[in-house]
């Protein structure tokens, strides 16, 4: 029944986050919750925020009527194949909650970037104390490698990245819910397969799933409302909670891959962010115009376009790490099907070529390509070596008009 059961919790979620997001809206208007036209931004009237409390409630409700008080997770690890951990569902609310909270505020009044941390810590604090916490994990041809101080630091830091990637790529209509959605499906199929029909980590998945397509009735293209800081880390931190609990803590080789695959996209994304401002000594956490979204809308992706261009590439890679579950290569025993591993080894290498023609060669190639063409046009006179130059600068800084 847990199969259905996944599939009514996605159902509740996304009706409860559909209905109370227009009211959610409304307060954010009446408070003055609201989003304005920006440089950096890519809306183009004034939006309310608060978004993420219908989020919220989407999934508070659906976890009520389908998730039990405690959650038992099968541990394969080591020598210790039959043991279970117990995480407590009352702490991964709480957490949520919490989470939800200091989002909410900062979507009313901007918190320093510290105090925004210092939640997220909390409430990653929270969940780890409830037993979100990965001890072990399982390395190929290194088998079983306990983490130092029972993992639950490195959990810490999990939960707070997730929150925060979510976070860094919500901006641009619709993005960040519809990854997310597509992200929590994957691993709801990923954990029902690691852990049986009862898994309750795929129901969570599939609650969180639920309440962010709630939610993007609403903010696809053109947003009437965004989800806020409330929303990106609240289903920044489901994201991770549902990692830990229906992937890592088991002891498949490929745990380790599965979600690292299924979130590549928002993690690269701020991967390349943060990269860049170090390098320009700017702080991590600081404002830019430097993500895929803002870089495709640079070289005149639309934001259908930019949203339909990543969420395709979300799908493939969450595919890919389906398929690492479900195509026979392995027994998962150090024995490999040859056939079966060529085709597992073409998806992967495909996917592998894919993404680097979508980071490298469409950011950057093609911009160039473009971006000399329109200087040419715009002054025949100019030379080569200055429209090299000219280009070279461009992409290097990221500071040029949309082309057309």
């Known amino acids: 029944m847990r199969y259905w059961d996944a599939v009514l919790a996605f159902l509740v979620a996304m009706t409860v986050a ?168 994957a691993f709801a199929v990923i954990a029902f397969d690691l852990q049986g029909g009862a898994s309750v980590a795929a129901v969570l998945a599939a609650i969180t799933a639920g309440a962010a397509v709630g939610f993007l009735v609403h903010n696809f293209y053109p947003a009437r409302v965004f989800m806020g800081d409330s929303g990106s880390n609240l289903l920044g931190y489901l994201l991770g909670v549902v990692a830990v609990i229906g992937s890592l803590k088991t002891n498949v080789v490929v745990a380790l891959v599965l979600p690292l695959l299924i979130l590549a996209v928002p993690f690269l994304d701020t991967s390349f962010v943060i990269a860049k401002r170090l390098k320009y000594r700017q702080a991590p956490w600081s404002a830019d115009a430097n993500h895929f979204h803002h870089r495709m809308a640079n070289i005149g992706f639309s934001p259908r376009q930019t949203v339909a261009f990543l969420y395709g590439w979300t799908l493939m890679l969450a595919g890919v790490a389906i398929a690492l579950r479900f195509v026979p290569y392995s027994d998962h025993h150090g024995h490999y099907n040859l056939a079966w591993s060529i085709v597992m080894a073409t998806i992967l290498v495909f996917a592998l070529l894919v993404s680097i023609y979508l980071v490298y060669v469409l950011e950057i190639f093609k911009f160039r390509h473009v971006r000399a063409n329109q200087l040419r046009k715009l002054d025949p006179d100019t030379s080569e070596h200055e429209i090299e130059e000219a280009v070279r600068r461009d992409v290097e800084t990221g500071e040029f008009e949309a082309l057309r």
């Open 18 to 185: 559909a209905l109370l997001t227009p009211l959610a809206a409304a307060l954010a208007r009446r408070i003055g919750a609201v989003d304005l036209p920006s440089a950096r931004g890519l809306s183009q009237r004034v939006t309310p925020r608060l978004g993420g409390l219908a989020i919220l409630a989407g999934v508070l409700v659906a976890a009520a009527l389908w998730m039990p008080a405690m959650i038992v997770v099968p541990r394969g690890v080591g020598s210790r194949p039959h043991t279970y951990d117990t995480v407590h569902t009352s702490a991964l609310i709480a957490g949520a909650l919490l989470i939800a909270i200091v989002g909410a505020i900062d979507d009313v009044h901007r918190l320093p970037p510290i105090v925004k941390l210092f939640g997220q810590v909390a409430a990653a604090v929270i969940a780890v104390l409830g037993g979100a916490v990965v001890s072990d994990v399982t390395l190929p041809f290194i088998g079983s490698l306990s983490l130092p101080q029972d993992g639950a630091w490195l959990t810490v830091i999990w939960l707070v990245a997730l929150m925060n990637v979510v976070n860094f790529s919500d901006g641009i209509d619709g993005l960040a819910a519809g990854v997310c959605a597509i992200d929590g499906i």
